[in-house]
C-alpha cells in the first residue's frame, strides 16, 4: 500500500514578498521557512515553543513558529531575521555584545524589534517580560537589555531626503 502525503501549494508573504510553497497541513511554519524557503536564521531547538529560538514576526507581533502551522501564516505577512537586514536591534546586539554562541540570537533580535516597535518607551520591568520569553544557556540577559535600551534610547533619525 502506498503512503501518500497530502500537500498544498500555499502563499505565504515573507519578508515582503509572495512565496509559492508546497507544505502539509500539519507543517509547522518552521520547517517550512526553514526547509521549503531555505531561511534558516530561525532556529528549531525546544520544538515546544519554550526557548524562543524560532522566533519570527507575524503582522510585527513575535510568534514561535515551531507552534504555528505554515498554514496558520495564510494571509498575515511573515518577518524573519533575514527580512531584519542592517536594522538598528542587529547593529546594537553588535556594539553591546549581546550574544556568545549566537544559536538563540535570531530570536531574541526579532523579539528584541517588536519590543522596540510595539513599545518604544519600554521601562526595565518591560524589557524583562518581554525577555522572559526568550532562553539563551551561553550568557546572562545583560548585554542583551542594554541592546534594546540602547535601541530603544535612540532619538529618531530626520529625512534628509
Same mark, same amino acid.
Given at each position: ?8 501549494? $500555499?502563499? @505565504?508573504? *515573507?519578508?515582503?514578498?509572495?512565496? +509559492? *510553497? ?10 517550512? +521557512?526553514?526547509?521549503? @524557503? ?6 528549531? %531547538? ?18 514561535? %513558529?515551531? @507552534?504555528?502551522?505554515? *498554514? ?11 527580512? +531584519? ?8 546586539? $553588535? ?13 531574541? $533580535? ?6 522596540? *516597535? ?14 522572559? %520569553? ?13 541592546? $534594546? ?13
Amino acid at each position: 500500500m502506498v503512503n501518500l502525503v497530502k500537500m498544498d501549494l $500555499i502563499e @505565504l508573504a *515573507v519578508n515582503g514578498e509572495k512565496r +509559492l *510553497v508546497m507544505a502539509r497541513p500539519a507543517d509547522t511554519l518552521l520547517h517550512v +521557512l526553514r526547509e521549503q @524557503l531555505g531561511l534558516t536564521g530561525s532556529k528549531p %531547538s525546544c520544538k515546544n515553543g519554550d526557548c524562543g529560538a524560532c522566533t519570527v514576526l507575524i503582522d510585527g507581533q513575535p510568534i514561535k %513558529s515551531c @507552534l504555528m502551522l505554515a *498554514v496558520e501564516a495564510l494571509g498575515h505577512e511573515i518577518t524573519t531575521i533575514e527580512g +531584519l537586514k542592517d536594522s538598528p536591534i542587529q547593529r546594537a546586539f $553588535i556594539d553591546k555584545f549581546a550574544f556568545q554562541c549566537g544559536y538563540c540570537t535570531s530570536g531574541f $533580535i526579532m523579539n528584541c524589534h517588536a519590543l522596540s *516597535v510595539i513599545h518604544p518607551d519600554a521601562g526595565d520591568e518591560t524589557i524583562r517580560e518581554w525577555l522572559q %520569553s526568550n532562553l539563551c544557556r551561553c550568557t546572562g540577559y545583560e548585554e542583551i537589555t542594554e541592546a $534594546i535600551k540602547s535601541v530603544l534610547a535612540q532619538e529618531p533619525k530626520e529625512n534628509n531626503g
